[in-house]
């Protein structure tokens, strides 16, 4: 963990800004700029890498190519329902690395439907599958991240939501992010390039987790696709989102200087274009289904039409502000996710595992695509 601290400190250090004015016989100052700050270092002000390089698992266990690192139970990474929580390497010998997060409902306040406690292992679904053929990251290292705080990976607040006076809901994401990525750097500490993705809570997931990896790895270049998590809410509710940070105690990820990245429309396409302005060595893939029911239906309680109507209003918007940087993969249908499914589903003619690959191969081919 020490390496951990570091890291952390070194990039403390060099987000600070120091100026001095020196004076000329005309009485001139030339100012000197120390560099700039980090990407993130607004919110990393507000703590949003508050875990990172705290925790240590308390059992790595190998089981065949995978090693299961458990967390044990108390004040640290837990699951929602108070019982352990554990995440998984695959260390292949690469120098490239996967970082998924795990997906499965949400539980605040209002809502209750989320996925409450952790299987140990990988599952070999989709992208995740080493013998799929032609899966471009069939060889990297993984480091997957299972789903169970109901917070989209970002909680950190033990909630009594029922009111019997008793704690019941312990959302504790940040730890379990912050614990994994932890693993994931002591694993993996120098990778040529990251692809950081996720389905569903986990593809919302991967935009709280973006300001965390780049913190562990300041240099590395991240390919980032969020598929099924997109910075679509509820049009014209801005309230929304602010409840659910709210509960989760996760309003630090949003950085003050952004007063739009939760927009009076209610979606927060601002703050993925925040993100973008904030760090020029990732690329975003966002993809959805046109009137996905999970989302549109069951999360937001908006319908289909409405859902298809303020997803391609949002894409536009976003790719139209970062052309070369942002693609997104629109197909059509009510399903849920794509990167654990049938990577043969297409979009205007073209599948998930040929757009996925156009863009891990800095291909020409890897633009928007849309039914």
């Not at 019941?168 to 994994?180: D, I, P, T």
């Not at 040529?192 to 780049?214: C, D, E, K, Q, W």
């Not at 020029?280 to 999970?294: E, P, T």
Request: proline fraction near 6%; aromatic fraction near 8%; glycine fraction near 12%.
């Amino acid at each position: 963990m020490h390496a951990h601290q570091q890291i952390v400190s070194a990039l403390t250090l060099a987000g600070l800004v120091a100026a001095a004015g020196c004076s000329d016989n005309n009485g001139g100052n030339d100012a000197v700029v120390g560099p700039a700050p980090a990407p993130f270092q607004e919110i990393i002000d507000q703590g949003v890498t508050r875990y990172q390089g705290v925790y240590t698992p308390m059992l790595s266990e190998p089981d065949g190519d995978v090693v299961n690192h458990s967390f044990g139970a108390g004040d640290g990474p837990l699951c929602i329902d108070g019982s352990e929580y554990s995440m998984a390497t695959r260390d292949t010998g690469s120098d490239e690395l996967v970082i998924f997060l795990e997906g499965g409902g949400a539980c605040w306040s209002t809502f209750s439907s989320c996925t409450q406690a952790v299987e140990k292992g990988i599952p070999k679904n989709g992208i995740l599958d080493p013998d799929l053929p032609g899966n471009p990251v069939a060889g990297w290292n993984t480091v997957y991240i299972p789903y169970c705080d109901g917070g989209l990976h970002a909680s950190d607040a033990d909630n009594d939501y029922d009111g019997d006076g008793q704690v019941e809901s312990f959302q504790r994401g940040l730890h379990n992010l912050s614990a994994s990525l932890d693993v994931a750097v002591s694993t993996f500490p120098s990778p040529r390039r990251i692809l950081l993705t996720g389905n569903s809570a986990g593809g919302f997931g991967t935009t709280y987790a973006l300001p965390l990896v780049r913190a562990l790895y300041p240099d590395v270049p991240i390919e980032l696709i969020n598929d099924s998590g997109l910075g679509v809410s509820k049009p014209d509710d801005p309230d929304y989102i602010r409840l659910l940070l709210s509960d989760w105690n996760a309003g630090a990820f949003f950085p003050p200087s952004c007063e739009t990245c939760i927009g009076e429309d209610g979606h927060t396409t601002d703050y993925h274009k925040w993100q973008l302005e904030q760090d020029d060595n990732f690329r975003l893939g966002m993809m959805s289904y046109k009137q996905d029911f999970v989302i549109g239906n069951a999360f937001l309680q908006i319908g289909g039409e409405a859902f298809e109507a303020a997803l391609l209003e949002e894409m536009a918007d976003l790719g139209a502000a970062y052309p070369e940087r942002m693609h997104s993969f629109i197909a059509n249908g009510t399903n849920h996710t794509f990167l654990q499914a049938d990577l043969g589903v297409t979009a205007g003619g073209v599948t998930v595992l040929d757009w996925v690959t156009a863009m891990l191969d800095g291909s020409d081919a890897w633009q928007s695509t849309s039914d």
